[in-house]
Structures are given as C-alpha cells and as structure tokens.
C-alpha cells in the first residue's frame, strides 16, 4: 500500500488544455514536494510547500498544500509539450527523518 | 556545477556476481540516499546516510549494503545480486531539514540481472 497515492497514473491530453494531478494520503505530512522526471535523468525538484493551504506558483504550474496537510495538487494551465514528464510528489510524515514518493503521473502532452 | 555522478550508467550482469555502483557528490552534503525506482512503484528508498560512517536501512535493504566512509561517495554494493534486483537506481544528495529537504538526484543506472 502506497503512503502517497496519485492520481491519474497516465493522463494524454493536447496541448494547449488545462490539468490537475492529485497526491492524496490518510497521513499528515511535514511538507510535499514535487519532482518531474525525463526519460534519462534523475528527478528534479520543483517545489515545496509546507503550510497547510499554501499555494506555490511556477509559471503555468501552480501548486496546493492541502489545509489538513494530507494532500496536494499540481495544477498546469495551457499544457505545452515541453511539460511531458513523469510528476512524483513525496512528502515527509510529521515526525520522520526522510522523504517517502507517490508511485508517480506521466504526463504526455500532444502537439 | 553542482552534481551527483553515478556509474556505471548501464550495467547487465549474471545472478551472483557481485557489484558496486557508485555515487559522488559535490556539494558538501552529510545526507545522502540511494533509491530503486520500478513501474508503478515509485521510488523506494533503499539506505540512507546521515554523515560519514552512520548508515542505516530504508524500506527495502535486502540484498544491498552501502559504506560511507567519506562525506563525497555513497556506493551501493550488491554482493550477490538476483534478477529481482533489476532495476533503475538513483542516489540522491539531500539538502536540508527533515520537512524541508531537497533532494538533488544522479542521472539513474539501469540494471539488469539474468
């Protein structure tokens, strides 16, 4: 059983359109992250948001702590090729000492 | 340039033969973290070290070991590998408190045991 389930695992949709990956737990979370990955590399981080009800914008991506600290949301608008990745959030259950990862969204986005 | 190397990129090997991929940092960090990554799994931490010398288990341990005995390098040593151990691999170099860590990546190897 994952700590960290998102949703959807696989999202194709055109470019130009609007979009909306989830990061849900049961857990309260210390902090959420999210990385994007290409084919190739390692991860990258993109944000951090550590306060319930925070949002974080980075350009067309805007991003959502939820108000309990349990979830997260990653929000792109107007969808353009170059953001194909997979999307992995990870968080840090209050308490621990390390990052535990969603199974991850890939993300295609067509021309 | 701040980075984390790992190598070999690639390796395939046979059931039994031990290895060792390494992994370097630049960025004088203590915290340092070695994770598998397989389809619809994530990553999965494998170890993870605090500072030279202090190691210890992630979620999934078996079959690995790692040594840190300087801050730059974090090898992952399999001693007798099986083909469950196929996977991609990534060490990871981590920056900052526990709830606000930030985690800089290598570039992943990909390995294949028959």
């Known amino acids: 059983t994952q700590l960290l389930e998102q949703s959807p695992q696989f999202l194709s949709i055109q470019e130009g359109e609007n979009l909306t990956v989830y990061c849900n737990s049961s857990?309260?979370?210390?902090?959420l992250q999210w990385y994007r990955q290409e084919p190739g590399e390692g991860p990258v981080l993109l944000v951090t948001?550590?306060?319930?009800?925070e949002v974080k914008k980075l350009k067309r991506l805007t991003f959502q702590f939820g108000d309990a600290r349990k979830d997260s949301s990653l929000h792109i608008t107007a969808a353009q090729p170059g953001d194909t990745g997979l999307y992995l959030c990870?968080?840090?259950?209050?308490?621990?000492?390390?990052?535990?990862f969603g199974q991850g969204t890939r993300l295609t986005i067509n021309p | 340039e701040a980075q984390v190397t790992q190598n070999p990129r690639y390796l395939i090997t046979v059931t039994g033969k031990k290895l060792t991929v390494t992994c370097s940092q630049n960025?004088?960090?203590?915290?340092m973290s070695w994770y598998r990554q397989d389809p619809g799994l994530g990553l999965r931490q494998i170890y993870y070290?605090?500072?030279?010398?202090?190691?210890d288990k992630g979620d999934v341990p078996e079959g690995y070991k790692v040594s840190r005995k300087e801050k730059r390098n974090f090898p992952l040593i399999l001693e007798s590998p099986s083909p469950n151990q196929t996977s991609l691999y990534f060490c990871?170099?981590?920056?900052?408190?526990?709830?606000?860590?930030?985690?800089?990546f290598g570039p992943g190897t990909r390995l294949t045991v028959t």
């Open positions: 990871a170099s981590i920056h900052g408190p526990a709830n606000k860590q930030e985690q800089y």
């Open positions: 857990s309260v979370f210390s902090s």
């Open positions: 990870a968080g840090a259950p209050a308490g621990a000492q390390k990052l535990v």
């Open positions: 070290s605090m500072n030279v010398e202090v190691t």
């Open positions: 948001v550590v306060t319930g009800g």
């Open positions: 960025m004088n960090h203590e915290y």
